[in-house]
Structures are given as structure tokens and as C-alpha cells.
């Protein structure tokens, strides 16, 4: 088998077939477009969204790429480390959870920006993207779960290599120039778990897109890396804590990981949404509630058990809040149940001091098992994200949530991204960014 670069860079320039697994992760990838896109919108007004449009708008350089929530275009780095951090800001886009990571936000902005600056078209961005992702969630299953555990956050790292890929696709760049567009990625890619419950975290997704953008634009004018950038002694790989498993890249253009991608429909951190659909079926009432004892794969706990939140951001990484706003019977899709004032909630706090949560390494990464006692008695209760959902039910999912950030926006938005048998609307899709 060839090198990761190797194997990436001609990947990068694969034609998108139309066999029906490719067609179905095609699908898959305009859905995760089109919730890309509402969360983005939705989050424009966000401070941290705010400060980074703010900080970009200065930059000079050539107008060319659009910004959301701007009527002013800027230079293609700078929308893609804007829309990264804005699609981002409200955690409320797509996981990948053998990938550990949200592919989208990284790989879309890079892949828009230079659509745009280039005058392709939105079903060019579209499998550009596609193949974006899919090479992220490669990169991120050869990372594996030692990369994550001790610290790195595989949106930034792996998802800097998939916009990479799908940036170079879109230049034109040679698979020569995309090998050293991949080499000096692996140089630039960077970003830390420490930083989540804070701005640092979006910003992770922004610096992804963006550095894809930049390292395909020096490897076209001339760039030379070292292609051992990822696997070398020294490499990415090694020196991050990179398990190497190969086997990530078996089957890639013709076996498809973005299919098991799990969209969120809960405004919170993904590690919580198995928790909320086991919960909220049990309807408990907040003054029986004696204790509830949840169990977890143990690497959910660095990750979404913060025991005191004091900011609506932190809430979406407490399994103990985020149950206490179930059981209380606050909507978990809204982003209004994320504020500092409900993180600060002292009936909210009481509830959230009786959830006990421990790791137990007999349940998957996508699994929770529940114990409730109650002044009526014990209940139990478990559930999987990794079960099927058929694509027309994530579609109508993903379109309610959509309307539930946007309004009737969302509608419109549905149909550039469906576009009239010809796919993508790019002008109308960035149009209706721009007016965020």
C-alpha cells in the first residue's frame, strides 16, 4: 500500500463516480452542507464569530471569498478561518466518532473559499468537500484514540489534512504539488482539547480550513516540503502521539466513512446526545429524582463531564447540567437552553449534583446505559448514536433543524443547496451566507 501521503494525494484528484454507495455519500455530504450552512448562519451573531470576522475584515487582500454574516468578501484564507470558527461556534455540526471529530467545519470553509475565488461550481465544491471529509475521517481513524487522549483535537489535526485535499482538488494542483501541500499541512496542523468550553475550540475549526487553504496555494507556487511529513521519524504522526493504523486508508474512493457520520440534532457536545435521547423518553419528574447514575465510555470524561459549568458554553460539556435541563424539561435542540443564566440556575445546579457519572470501557463510544432512582422506583434505560438512520429521515431531521435556527431562510437555503437538477447554487448559497 502506499504512504498516507501518497495515498491521500491521489486521492485528492479521484473522479467522484456515480456508483450508488459514492451517489448515497454525496447525499450525505449536501446534507452535511446544508447543516453546515444553518449553523453557520445561526452562529454569526456569537462573540467569538464576531471577533473573528472583525479581526479578518481588516485584513487586506483580494476580495474574493465570501464571509458569513458579511457583505464584504476577503482574501480565501481569511473566509476560510472565519467560517470555520462561525460554523463552529454554537457546537451544533456534524461528529464523525471513529474519527473523533467534526469534519465539516473544517473542510467546507476551505473548500467554498477557493470554489469562489475560482469560479467553479457548487457541485465542483460539493465533491471537493466530499472527498475533503472522507480523507479527514481517514487521517483521523490513522490517528486514533491515543492522539485524542493525550490532548489533540482531531478537528484541527486531521481536519487541517481534508481541507488540504479538498483545496488542493480544487486549484488543480498536481498530485506532486498536493503531496507537498500535505507535507507542509503537517507542519502547520495544530489545536488542543484544553481549549474546549471556550472560543479557542471554534477556533480550532477556522485554523483547520484555513491552513488548508494556504499550503495548496504555496505548494501551487512553488513549495516544497518534506514528504515524510506525516509518517517520518520526526513526522506528524510520531511526534503527536499517532497510532499509524493503516488499515484507515483501505477501501479509500470506494468504501465511504462519511456515511457514518452522526448529524446533531441537540445543541450541546455530541458526547451528551446518547444520555438525552435515553432520557427523555422517561419523562422523570425533577422533585422525585433521588439519583441518576450514568455510565459512559471512559473517553467521554475529559471531554463532557465538567461538574461545575458557569457559562452556557461549559453547560454543553456537562453530562450532569445537560441531564438537568432533560429532566427539567427544557428543549436540548434550542440554542436559548444554553446560556450563562440557566448554567447559573440554582434548581438546575440541585438536579445536576444528583447525576453520578463513571466510565465504563464495556459500552462504545456511542453508547450510555442509564440507572434512575426515584422516589417511585428504579428505572433503566440505555441507547446507541451509532444506530441507522435511514437517509429520508435525516434529511427531514436535518431541514426541521434547519428551520428551527433559520425561519423560513431555511427553506431557501434547502433549495440552492438542492439546487434545480443541476446541484449546488453556489452564488445563491453564498448569497444567503452573506445575509446572516
Not at 487553504?213 to 516540503?225: C, D, L, M, T, W
Amino acid at each position: 500500500m502506499p504512504d498516507v501521503i501518497d495515498a491521500l494525494a491521489n486521492f485528492a484528484h479521484t473522479p467522484v463516480s456515480e456508483d450508488p454507495k459514492t451517489t448515497q455519500a454525496l447525499e450525505m455530504m449536501r446534507l452535511s452542507l446544508l447543516d453546515w450552512a444553518s449553523v453557520g448562519i445561526a452562529g454569526a451573531g456569537e462573540p467569538v464569530a464576531e471577533i473573528t470576522r472583525e479581526l479578518g475584515l481588516a485584513d487586506g487582500g483580494a476580495p474574493v471569498a465570501t464571509v458569513i454574516g458579511a457583505a464584504t468578501r476577503v482574501p480565501m484564507p481569511v473566509a476560510a478561518l472565519i467560517n470555520g470558527a462561525t460554523s463552529h461556534a454554537l457546537d451544533y455540526d456534524d461528529t464523525h466518532f471513529a474519527h473523533i471529530g467534526h469534519p465539516s467545519v473544517a473542510v467546507i470553509p476551505a473548500a467554498l473559499a477557493v470554489a469562489e475565488a475560482h469560479g467553479l461550481s457548487g457541485e465542483e465544491m460539493l465533491q471537493a468537500a466530499l472527498v475533503g471529509v472522507e480523507a479527514s475521517i481517514r487521517v483521523g481513524i490513522w490517528l486514533g484514540r491515543a492522539h485524542y487522549q493525550t490532548g489533540f483535537h482531531q478537528t484541527a489535526t486531521a481536519g487541517a489534512f481534508g481541507a488540504t485535499v479538498a483545496a488542493a482538488r480544487l486549484m488543480g494542483l498536481t498530485a506532486a504539488q498536493t503531496a507537498h501541500a500535505l507535507g507542509l499541512c503537517s507542519t502547520r496542523a495544530a489545536g488542543l482539547k484544553s481549549q474546549f468550553g471556550t472560543m479557542g475550540k471554534p477556533y480550532h475549526a477556522g485554523m483547520a480550513a484555513q491552513t488548508g487553504v494556504e499550503v495548496a496555494r504555496a505548494a501551487k507556487a512553488g513549495f516544497i516540503s518534506s514528504l515524510q511529513g506525516l509518517e517520518g521519524d520526526q513526522g506528524f504522526g510520531p511526534t503527536h502521539a499517532g497510532e499509524g493504523n493503516l488499515l484507515a486508508f483501505e477501501g479509500l474512493g470506494t468504501m465511504w466513512q462519511i456515511l457514518s457520520i452522526s448529524h446533531k440534532f441537540h445543541a450541546c457536545c455530541h458526547g451528551t446526545h446518547a444520555m438525552i435521547e435515553a432520557l427523555s423518553p422517561l419523562m422523570l419528574v425533577p422533585e422525585k429524582l433521588l439519583q441518576l447514575h450514568l455510565e459512559t465510555h471512559p473517553r467521554w470524561l475529559s471531554v463532557c463531564n465538567k461538574s461545575a459549568p458557569k457559562s452556557g458554553l461549559e453547560v454543553k460539556f456537562s453530562y450532569a447540567h445537560v441531564a438537568a435541563l432533560v429532566i427539567a424539561g427544557q428543549d436540548t435542540a434550542a440554542l436559548e437552553s444554553f446560556t450563562d443564566e440557566i448554567a447559573n440556575t440554582p434548581a438546575l445546579i440541585t438536579l445536576a449534583q444528583k447525576v453520578e457519572v463513571v466510565g465504563n470501557d464495556a459500552l462504545s463510544e456511542t453508547e450510555v446505559r442509564l440507572v434512575i432512582d426515584t422516589t417511585d422506583g428504579r428505572k433503566q434505560a440505555q441507547f446507541d448514536l451509532a444506530a441507522p438512520i435511514e437517509i429520508d429521515t435525516r434529511r427531514r431531521k436535518l431541514r426541521a433543524k434547519s428551520r428551527a435556527l433559520l425561519g423560513v431562510q431555511a427553506d431557501r437555503l434547502w433549495a440552492a443547496i438542492e439546487g434545480r437538477g443541476d446541484g449546488v447554487e453556489l452564488s445563491s448559497l453564498t448569497r444567503l451566507l452573506r445575509l446572516a
